[in-house]
Each structure stands twice: as C-alpha cells, then as structure tokens.
C-alpha cells in the first residue's frame, strides 16, 4: 500500500493506492483523485517549468513550461535540453522554444512576453 497526497485540486486528499488490488485508490474526493492515484504509481509524469536565456529584451531570461506533462524520469534530461537555447525579443506568449523535448511530443513554451 502505497499513500500519497492527491495534487489534482486544493483538498489534498490523503490516498491509499494498493498496488496488489490493481491500484485501488481509497480516500479521494473525487474521480480525479482516483486518476491521478493510479497515474502516479503506474506512469507518473510532470509539467516542466524553467527559463531560458533571452538577449534584447527587457530581462535576461523567459520563463517557459512544457505544453503537456511528460514522463517524470525524463524531467532533468528535458531541463537540461534548455541549457543552449537563447530567444531574442520580442517574444510572444505561447512561442514555441524546443519541439518535442526527449522524443516525448511536448514541447517548450514561452509563458511570458518579452
């Protein structure tokens, strides 16, 4: 039995996942809770956020995120992907930074104008 605080929404509901009952979830308020239970122990993924360097703007560096989740092991390979990216401004909100980060589909978005 694996617990876990359920990050979906603000409750925080307290889950219990059996992982030898086909990962039951227990203790979610919703369905979502349940979802995100079963994702975490079988496949879990994260949205990554991190900046990249910018010249001609007002500041040296733009935030960024991917535009879905990927999978949670490749986390510090798809940071690192970012290490030689420079934008030049202007940059619009939403512009496409990197395309399909460590062969997962997702890519890097600006989440700010520059």
Known sequence: ???LICI???RGCRLAVDEEQDYAVTGNGCPRGAEY??????NPTRV???TVRCVGGVHPRCPV????PIPKALVRAAASALDGVTLT???ELGQVVLTDVCGTG???ITTRAI
């Open 1 to 3: 039995m694996k617990h």
């Open 8 to 10: 979906v929404c603000p």
């Open 106 to 108: 997702a890519s890097f």
């Open 89 to 91: 401004a202007p940059a």
């Open 48 to 50: 990554v956020t991190s």
């Open 65 to 68: 995120k991917t535009d879905k």
């Open 37 to 42: 239970g079963r994702i975490e122990l079988t």
